[in-house]
């Protein structure tokens, strides 16, 4: 775990120093956060979560970090799915997504009880985050179906993870 919250502050230490490229980072940590696989390595929600705060305490605009984090995570997830969807049934036996066939399982019954809810509300929580898109893929979801569940989800999860820090610093008057 110190290894987390040493990555968490050597990004939000650049990110003070380097506010401009707030937006960049926001975009490659939630690309991370929702790419299948890549997910479990980079536990970018968390320090999303902090840099809401840093960027508002800065003076840089929401408008831009929403966008780009939105927009990274709807390319992550579009990734996931066209993977999925490329492989099909496949993508169990392949490496390295057979190593994790229980997050499979869980991610195939969530998606088939839910359906497209179940695309925008895996989005919502950190084990199905990658998994569902990926599974949705598998499962032929039309791609435009697929998509506008994709992005509205993404837009709403960034705002989620990044609007309350930043409208307390806000609201504290930093």
Known sequence: MADVHAYARDVLA???????????????????????????????????????PVIAASGVPLLPVWAATAAGAALGDSVSYWIGFRLKG????CWPLNRFT?????GERFFLRYGIWGVFLGRFSGPLR???????GMFAMP????????????????????????AAVKALGY
């Open 14 to 52: 650049f990110v003070e120093a380097h506010a401009h490229y707030a937006p960049y980072v926001a975009f490659l940590l939630a690309f991370c956060e929702s790419l299948v696989i890549v997910s479990l390595f980079i536990p970018a929600t968390f320090v999303l979560l902090g840099l809401s």
């Open 90 to 93: 496949s993508a169990r036996q």
């Open 102 to 106: 229980g997050g499979l399982a869980r």
């Open 130 to 136: 990658a998994i569902v898109p990926l599974i949705a």
């Open 143 to 166: 791609p435009f179906q697929f998509q506008m569940v994709n992005i509205t989800s993404a837009m709403v999860w960034a705002l989620v993870i990044l609007g309350p820090g930043a």
